[in-house]
C-alpha cells in the first residue's frame, strides 16, 4: 500500500506543475500560430490546452478518490483515480478529432506561413519543457502507482514528437507551395488519437481487472509456504478498489489431519504478513486434502496425466481430495482460456474419468488460470 501522505505530495506537485506549463505553452502556441497562420501550431495549442484540462482532472480525481467510505461504498472512491484517467483519454481524443478536422479544411484552403523567430523559439523550448513532464510524469506516477500520471507522461512523449514535427513543417513550409502545414497537422492528429486510444485502453483494462503479475503470485505462494500446515495458494484473485486499497482472495490446501486451531494461526499469520508486505489484504478458501497418503497421491498424478493426453486445455489439478469409505473424489480442475463453454467441457472430463475408472464418482469444478 502506498504512503497516503507521499502519494498526496507527489500527484499534486506533479499536476500543478503540468498545469501551469500546458497552459503557458498553449497561450504562447496560440500566439505563434496566429502570427504565422499555421494550423499545425494551432492544433499544438489545443493539445497543450487539453494537456492542462487534463491535469486539473487528474487533480480532482485524486481528491474523489480520497473521501472516506461510506454505507453505500465501504471500499471507498479509490477507483475514481482510474476514472480519471479514462476521462482525460476522452477529453484527449476530442481535441485529435478538432484538430484533424481543422488540418483538412488547411488542406483544402492552405495559407502561407511566415516563419517566425519567436515562433521556432517558442516551440524548442516547448519541446525541451514536455521532455522534462514527460519523465516527471512517468517516473513519479510509477512511483506512487498513479495510472493518471503514467497516461500523462506517455502524452507528455507523444507531445515531443508532435511538437518537432510541427517545427519541421513550419521551415518545410518556406521552401514548397505543397501544404506542408496542413500535412503536418493531420499527422499531429493521428499522433493525438494514438495517444488517447492507448491510455483508454490501459486504463480501462486497469478497470476490467487484470491477471496478477507473476512477481505478485510467487511471493504470495512464497508467504503462504512459510506457514504450515498451509500449501498451494489457487485460485489468485486480486481486487484493486485503487492504488491505495487492494483485497486478494486464494484457495490453500491443508491436510485433512491438520487441527483447526493450526490452521487458523496459520491463516492469520499468513494474511499479515501478506498485507505487511505487498499492502494486500488477504482472505482464504480452504480445501481439506489426503494427499499425505501416497495411494491418493498417485491416484491424483494419474488422472491428471490422463486428461492432459486426451485434451490439450487442462493444465493442472488441485483440492484433490479422496472419500475413502465412498471412493468419490473431489477436485478442481485449472484450464485454459481456449475452453468456453464450461458445461459441455466439464461433461466431456466426467465421461472420460469413468470411463477410465468406472469405480470412483468424481464430482469436481473446471477453474479458468487465474494467475
Sequence with gaps: ??????????????????????????????????????????????????????????????????????????????????????????????????????????????????????????????????????????????????????????????????????????????????????????????????????????????LMGERPDKETVDKIRAIIRKHPPLKGGYDIMLHSYGPERCMGTCNVEVPTRAHAENIFDAMTDASKEIEDELGIYFTFGLFAVNDFREDVRELKKDILEYLKEKTPHVLSLHAFHVHLDSNLVHFDVVVDFKVSNYGAYKQELLKLLKDKWPDYTFEFTIDPEYD
Design 1 to 206: 500500500m502506498k504512503n497516503d501522505l507521499t502519494r498526496q505530495k507527489v500527484i499534486r506537485r506533479v499536476g500543478l506543475t503540468g498545469i501551469v506549463a500546458n497552459l503557458s505553452f498553449s497561450l504562447l502556441k496560440f500566439i505563434a500560430g496566429t502570427i504565422t497562420r499555421s494550423v499545425a501550431i494551432t492544433n499544438d495549442a489545443i493539445n497543450n490546452l487539453s494537456d492542462s484540462l487534463s491535469a486539473v482532472i487528474t487533480l480532482l480525481g485524486y481528491r474523489m478518490g480520497k473521501m472516506k467510505p461510506t454505507r453505500k461504498h465501504p471500499l471507498g472512491y479509490g477507483r475514481t483515480e482510474y476514472l480519471s484517467a479514462m476521462i482525460i483519454s476522452i477529453i484527449i481524443l476530442i481535441a485529435g478529432y478538432n484538430c484533424l478536422m481543422s488540418s483538412i479544411d488547411k488542406l483544402k484552403h492552405p495559407e502561407t506561413i511566415t516563419l517566425a523567430p519567436v515562433a521556432v523559439v517558442i516551440l524548442i523550448l516547448s519541446i525541451i519543457t514536455k521532455i522534462g513532464l514527460s519523465i516527471l510524469n512517468t517516473t513519479q506516477g510509477k512511483r506512487v502507482d498513479s495510472e493518471a500520471l503514467k497516461a500523462t507522461g506517455k502524452d507528455a512523449l507523444s507531445d515531443v514528437l508532435v511538437t518537432s514535427l510541427t517545427l519541421i513543417s513550419l521551415f518545410a513550409s518556406r521552401y514548397t507551395t505543397f501544404p506542408v502545414d496542413g500535412v503536418m497537422g493531420i499527422v499531429v492528429s493521428l499522433f493525438i488519437f494514438y495517444a488517447a486510444i492507448s491510455s483508454f485502453l490501459e486504463t480501462n483494462s486497469a
